[in-house]
């Protein structure tokens, strides 16, 4: 069994900052890909930012230059640091990691249970 717990979410204001974590824990052979989606009222959930094992990162085009993802693949944590926040970006954020256990020979992907971020004044 595989878990991610996420935290770092609140209430901030236009133009402020907030860092996510995503911890990883329980039995994993390898994790490849790690990302976060958020997901605003009455939209779809959407992908955010993401990084692969090897450092490569990818965002959606309305966070680029504010957001950066980092992860620890020792730790198995990924790291989200948002600045210059609006209120626009107010969702929540889940987490996620497509990884194999040791006992399953195909790759899955696992997510988080979600943390809320408000940018409001």
């Known amino acids: 069994q595989v878990q991610l717990v996420e935290s770092g979410g609140g209430l901030v204001q236009p133009g402020g900052s907030l860092r996510l974590s995503c911890a990883a824990s329980?039995?994993?052979?390898?994790?490849?890909?790690m990302g976060w989606y958020r997901q605003a009222p009455g939209k779809q959930r959407e992908l955010v930012a993401a990084?692969?094992?090897?450092?490569?990162?990818n965002y959606a085009d309305s966070v680029k230059g504010r957001f950066t993802i980092s992860r620890d693949n020792a730790k198995n944590t990924v790291l989200l640091q948002m600045n210059s926040l609006k209120p626009e970006d107010t969702a929540v954020y889940y987490c996620?990691?497509?990884?194999?256990?040791?006992?399953?020979?195909?790759?899955?992907?696992?997510w988080g249970q979600g943390t809320q971020v408000t940018v409001s004044s």
């Open positions: 996620n990691a497509f990884l194999k256990t040791p006992v399953q020979a195909i790759a899955y992907t696992a």
């Open positions: 329980g039995s994993i052979f390898t994790i490849y890909t």
């Open positions: 990084i692969t094992s090897g450092g490569s990162a």
